[in-house]
């Protein structure tokens, strides 16, 4: 069985005090959940939340994260520092930060095994554009990347990372993919998980559909076969819509 994991990524927003309030709100209302909630929040208020969510079971994410251990990166930030701030999961890879940051498949994929080697949780990002959907080429495009990201890593680590379905074109415009499309590609990428590690380990694997995703829709795509979560992006900004997506 694999236990529903609800990520919340604030991208960049909010400021020391806008977290707390927000934090403060989502513990009230969050009573007895058996699914995992994490909340993905800017390096800069880490901290805080990570204060705020004591005695509570959610976790603590970020957002990217560079692959050396330290050196002359500016602006960069490295595993060991995200996890002194009491980090457990990173998003690697999300499409934003290949679309304006440059990231690549290579760069993901070092990403990737940098953080399974500082036993930080992988929140690995797939998802074709809407001109490869419409091309039909979204198969190819999400087996390529679900395999360039995990090049080199072993079956034994695939217990420690979770991977996010997110089709670009869903992404903070609205446009969710049906709960159906979203359950054939995850279903897709099981299954190429399961040709490379075996049928056991593509069955540990949780993977979460991202894009768009709202209280009102969380219930018809969480009850999907193969769908195991959502990446929430801008409704888990708002404490009532995280709330309704996390007690779907
Ligand atoms: P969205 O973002 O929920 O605002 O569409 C999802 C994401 O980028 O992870």
Same mark, same amino acid.
């Given at each position: 069985?694999?236990?529903?994991?609800?990520?919340?990524?604030?991208?960049? *927003?909010?400021?020391?005090?806008?977290?707390?309030? $927000?934090?403060?709100?989502?513990?009230?209302?969050?009573?007895?959940?058996?699914?995992?909630?994490?909340?993905?929040?800017?390096?800069?208020?880490?901290?805080?939340?990570?204060?705020?969510?004591?005695?509570?079971?959610?976790?603590?994410?970020?957002?990217?994260?560079?692959?050396?251990?330290?050196?002359?990166?500016?602006?960069?930030?490295?595993?060991?520092? $995200?996890?002194?701030?009491?980090?457990?999961?990173?998003?690697?890879?999300?499409? +934003?930060?290949?679309?304006?940051? *440059?990231?690549?498949?290579?760069?993901?994929?070092?990403?990737?095994?940098?953080? =399974?080697? #500082?036993?930080?949780?992988?929140? $690995?990002?797939?998802?074709?554009?809407?001109?490869?959907?419409?091309?039909?080429?979204? @198969?190819?495009?999400? #087996?390529?990347?679900?395999?360039?990201?995990?090049?080199?890593? +072993?079956?034994?680590?695939?217990?420690?990372?979770?991977?996010?379905?997110?089709?670009?074109?869903?992404?903070?415009?609205?446009?969710?993919?049906?709960?159906?499309?979203?359950?054939?590609?995850?279903?897709?990428?099981?299954?190429? =998980?399961?040709?490379?590690?075996?049928?056991?380990?593509? +069955?540990?694997?949780?993977? /979460?559909?991202?894009? !768009?995703? #709202?209280?009102?829709?969380?219930?018809?795509?969480?009850? /999907? !076969?193969?769908?195991?979560?959502? =990446?929430?992006?801008?409704? !888990? =900004?708002?404490?009532?819509?995280?709330?309704?997506?996390? *007690? @779907?």
């Amino acid at each position: 069985m694999r236990i529903p994991i609800i990520a919340g990524n604030w991208k960049m *927003n909010k400021t020391t005090a806008e977290a707390i309030e $927000l934090v403060n709100v989502l513990k009230e209302g969050m009573g007895d959940t058996d699914v995992k909630v994490v909340i993905c929040c800017p390096y800069t208020v880490l901290a805080t939340v990570k204060k705020a969510v004591e005695g509570t079971n959610i976790k603590l994410g970020a957002q990217n994260m560079h692959w050396e251990d330290s050196g002359a990166y500016t602006g960069e930030i490295s595993a060991d520092m $995200l996890k002194e701030q009491g980090v457990e999961y990173v998003i690697i890879g999300h499409s +934003e930060r290949r679309q304006y940051f *440059n990231e690549t498949d290579e760069t993901v994929n070092k990403k990737v095994k940098k953080a =399974l080697e #500082k036993a930080l949780i992988p929140i $690995l990002c797939v998802g074709e554009s809407l001109e490869e959907r419409e091309t039909d080429k979204t @198969f190819d495009v999400v #087996k390529e990347q679900v395999l360039k990201a995990l090049e080199d890593v +072993e079956a034994s680590d695939m217990k420690n990372i979770v991977i996010a379905y997110e089709p670009i074109w869903a992404i903070g415009t609205g446009k969710t993919a049906t709960p159906e499309q979203a359950n054939e590609v995850i279903a897709y990428i099981r299954n190429v =998980l399961k040709e490379k590690y075996g049928e056991e380990i593509s +069955e540990i694997v949780p993977i /979460q559909y991202g894009g !768009s995703v #709202k209280a009102n829709n969380a219930t018809e795509i969480m009850n /999907q !076969s193969d769908i195991d979560g959502a =990446l929430v992006g801008g409704d !888990s =900004l708002k404490a009532e819509s995280f709330l309704g997506i996390i *007690n @779907f």
